[in-house]
């Protein structure tokens, strides 16, 4: 069966260093989309991709980046991690761009900066 | 003020019982509207998806979009303790894809045997 997958699914590292949480699908969608998830926010959209070379900022995109290279992968990377972003992190990935395709998840990577 | 507001609850039930979790939003170009389930420690799957005004059936779950007044539902029948999860409501305008998918903050749904 297709999925998605997030590693690690816990991370704890301190303030200032480079993080990066991998996603991988094998469900062949073009789409693929970062968001995190805080108590009192929701989820809240980092980055999203539609395809290899395209990478786009969300809603919450500073201190973060990521890179499109194939299909597969969507890498989150913090550049220098902020207690802040403390978090849940969540992968996404679908089919199309219309709204009616639907949203795959990943489990989570949960992140603790110190 | 929130472009979404849901009820974080808790709200608890005993079994059987016809559960309602409801969204606002103040955002009138919102078209699409979706209902999540998370369980504990698992990522958002995807329940309903309702166009526009209406209802929506599902077996046991029931989509209502009422957008006269910004507000949305999920009615859960016969409700289990597997139902057990928390709730988000997610919208979008139409034709906009999901970089502009709006998530409510999620009701935490406890179902008691």
């Known amino acids: 069966d297709a999925e998605i997958t997030q590693s690690p699914r816990h991370k704890i590292t301190e303030t200032g260093r480079q993080v990066t949480l991998a996603c991988h699908q094998t469900w062949n969608h073009n789409n693929m989309f970062w968001y995190r998830q805080d108590l009192g926010h929701g989820l809240r959209l980092i980055h999203y991709?539609?395809?290899?070379?395209?990478?786009n900022k969300g809603e919450v995109s500073d201190g973060y980046s990521v890179s499109r290279s194939n299909t597969e992968d969507l890498p989150l990377t913090l550049e220098s991690a902020a207690s802040s972003q403390t978090s849940v992190y969540f992968c996404a990935s679908s089919a199309q761009t219309e709204d009616n395709s639907p949203l795959h998840f990943g489990n989570g990577t949960r992140l603790t900066v110190t | 003020q929130k472009e979404v507001e849901q009820d974080p609850g808790p709200l608890s039930v005993p079994e059987g019982a016809i559960v309602s979790l409801n969204c606002t939003y103040s955002?009138?170009?919102?078209?699409?509207f979706m209902w999540y389930r998370q369980y504990s420690r698992k990522g958002p799957e995807l329940l309903m998806y309702t166009y526009s005004s209406g209802n929506k059936e599902d077996g046991r779950f029931t989509a209502q979009v009422d957008k006269s007044s910004k507000y949305i539902s999920l009615f859960i029948r016969d409700s289990q303790p597997s139902d057990s999860a928390t709730y988000l409501c997610?919208?979008?305008?139409?034709?906009?894809?999901?970089?502009?998918?709006?998530f409510g903050t999620g009701t935490r749904l406890l179902v008691s045997p």
């Open positions: 955002n009138s170009a919102f078209q699409y």
């Open positions: 991709s539609y395809g290899v070379q395209d990478t």
């Open positions: 997610a919208m979008t305008p139409m034709n906009t894809g999901f970089q502009k998918l709006v």
